[in-house]
């Protein structure tokens, strides 16, 4: 079965302090890993889709990488508009357009 | 810069009835999805659709719940008979590729009282 573990469920830093998500994935071949950042009350907000083992993608201070079981989003001198709820997302290559969510880490950034 | 949009942003009815959750996706996207997310949980995949018909549906997704584009532009999701535990935050998203960004609507809260 398909399935996305993420941790830490929450994780608090200072203004500051960088940090590392990490996205543990079982999935019956990869089509592609989705990261989204989702705010209280909002849709889940795009922020990078990475397709294979090796790829890694960069935002301001956000940086994504991808291996063949986990993915990692790493956060670089966080600010306080940083806090939310950061989604990934996998969509296995198989069928229809299935798409599993984990549940989240949640950031608090302290100023 | 478009965006995917979802009316009403607030429903509440009463168990047993019928809702209709509307999306307005991005006017080029070709595939479509409704995810659903219950106060504190995940973001559940319900359906996805592409050329005209359903691409996938998940468990949750029984015969309660119908899909439809009636129109070039607008993306309904039917519930029938509504139950408590559908009681959720429902999102609408759009792609242009199976693969491709999704991006999501606001949301709709549905209350069943």
């Known amino acids: 079965e398909d399935q996305v573990t993420q941790s830490p469920e929450a994780l608090r830093l200072q203004e500051g302090e960088s940090s590392s998500l990490n996205c543990s994935y079982t999935?019956?071949?990869?089509?592609?890993l989705f990261w989204y950042r989702q705010d209280p009350g909002k849709g889940p907000e795009f922020l990078f889709t990475?397709?294979?083992a090796g790829e890694e993608k960069e935002k301001e201070r956000l940086k994504a990488t991808l291996t063949k079981k986990e993915s990692f989003l790493h956060i670089t001198a966080p600010k306080p508009e940083d806090s939310a709820t950061y989604l990934c997302a996998v969509q296995a290559n198989t069928g229809g357009f299935k798409t599993i969510f984990g549940a989240g880490t949640r950031l608090f950034v302290k100023a | 810069e478009p965006e995917v949009t979802q009316t009403p942003s607030h429903q509440v009815t009463q168990m047993g009835q019928e809702v209709i959750l509307r999306c307005v996706p991005i006017?080029?996207?070709?595939?479509f999805y409704w995810y659903r997310q219950i106060l504190g949980q995940k973001v559940e995949f319900l359906v996805s659709f592409y050329n005209n018909e359903i691409s996938e549906k998940s468990e949750i997704f029984d015969d309660q719940f119908s899909v439809e584009r009636p129109d070039g532009s607008n993306f309904t999701l039917k519930i029938r008979s509504t139950k408590l535990e559908d009681s959720a935050m429902y999102f609408c998203?759009?792609?242009?590729?199976?693969?491709?960004?999704?991006?999501f609507g606001p949301g709709t809260r549905l209350t069943v009282l």
């Open positions: 006017s080029n996207h070709l595939y």
């Open positions: 998203a759009s792609g242009t590729h199976s693969t491709d960004t999704q991006y």
């Open positions: 999935v019956s071949g990869l089509r592609g």
């Open positions: 990475l397709y294979s």
